[in-house]
C-alpha cells in the first residue's frame, strides 16, 4: 500500500518537520515545501517556478516534476478546468496517476490564508489559489472531485495538519490513516461526468488560460455543485 505526503506551503505544514517517515512510502514536496525537510521523493512545480528557489542538489531517489510530467496525467482525469488550476490539486492527481497510491496525505495545503500574519511558512506570500481563475470558483468542489477520483481508485485523501480548511477530504494522523476511502455518491459523481463530457473543456495543452472566454463560469459553476453534492 503506497502511502504519499503531500506536503504545500501553508503555515501549518511546519507540524510535519519532526514527524517520523515511518507512516508514508513517498513524501511529494510542492513548490517551496522541499525546504520543510530534507527527505523528500518528488517536487512538483510549474514551469515558471524561480531557479533561485529551486534545490542546487537533489539527494539519491529525488527527483522534479515538472508540467511536461504532471499535464499529460492531468489531462487524463479533464484537465486543469474541471480539476482545478492550482498546485496542491496538481499534486494529487499527478499522485494518482503517477504512484497509484492507497493514501494521499496532504499537509501545509488547506487553502485557508489569514489577513493577518504568515500566509505561508517561510512568511507572507501570494496566496495562488485566491487569484481570479475560472478555474477556482470553487476550492471545496475541486476537492470533492478529486476525492472522488482518488476514491475509484482505492485511494484515501486526508488532511493531517492545520485546523480549518477549505478541502472537502476527512480527518486523520500519520498514526492512523485510513485504510480506504470515504463513501461517495455514486449516481451524482456520475452525473458530473457526464456533464464535463458534454461541456467538453478540456485543453491539451495545460494552458487553460489562453481559451478562457469559451469556458462559461455558470456552467463551471453548476458543475461545480454537482461535485459538492456526489462528496456529500
Not at 494522523?173 to 467538453?200: H, I, M, N, Q, R
Request: net charge negative.
Amino acid at each position: 500500500m503506497t502511502r504519499v505526503l503531500i506536503l504545500g506551503s501553508g503555515p501549518d505544514v511546519a507540524e510535519v518537520t519532526d514527524w517520523s517517515r515511518a507512516p508514508f512510502d513517498v513524501i511529494v514536496a510542492i513548490n517551496n515545501a522541499w525546504r520543510i525537510r530534507d527527505d523528500w521523493d518528488v517536487l512538483i512545480h510549474p514551469s515558471d517556478f524561480p531557479d533561485d528557489r529551486k534545490p542546487v542538489h537533489l539527494l539519491p531517489g529525488q527527483r522534479i516534476v515538472q508540467a511536461a510530467d504532471y499535464v499529460p496525467i492531468q489531462n487524463t482525469y479533464g484537465g486543469f478546468v474541471y480539476a482545478g488550476g492550482t498546485m496542491a490539486f496538481t499534486a494529487g492527481y499527478w499522485a494518482l496517476g503517477a504512484l497509484r497510491p492507497r493514501v494521499m496525505a496532504f499537509a501545509g495545503c488547506n487553502m485557508v490564508y489569514p489577513t493577518a500574519g504568515p500566509t505561508h511558512f517561510y512568511g507572507t506570500g501570494t496566496a495562488d489559489p485566491l487569484r481570479p481563475d475560472v478555474t477556482l470558483r470553487s476550492l471545496p468542489a475541486k476537492s470533492a472531485r478529486l476525492r472522488i477520483h482518488a476514491a475509484r481508485q482505492g485511494c484515501a485523501c486526508v488532511i493531517v495538519t492545520g485546523e480549518d480548511s477549505v478541502l472537502a477530504f476527512p480527518r486523520a494522523t500519520p498514526d492512523a490513516l485510513p485504510d480506504g476511502p470515504s463513501l461517495y455518491d455514486v449516481s451524482v459523481a456520475d452525473l458530473a461526468d457526464a456533464e464535463e463530457a458534454k461541456l467538453d473543456y478540456r485543453v491539451p495543452s495545460g494552458k487553460y488560460w489562453k481559451e478562457e472566454t469559451r469556458f462559461d463560469p455558470a456552467k463551471i459553476d453548476a458543475l461545480d455543485q454537482m461535485w459538492l453534492r456526489a462528496g456529500g
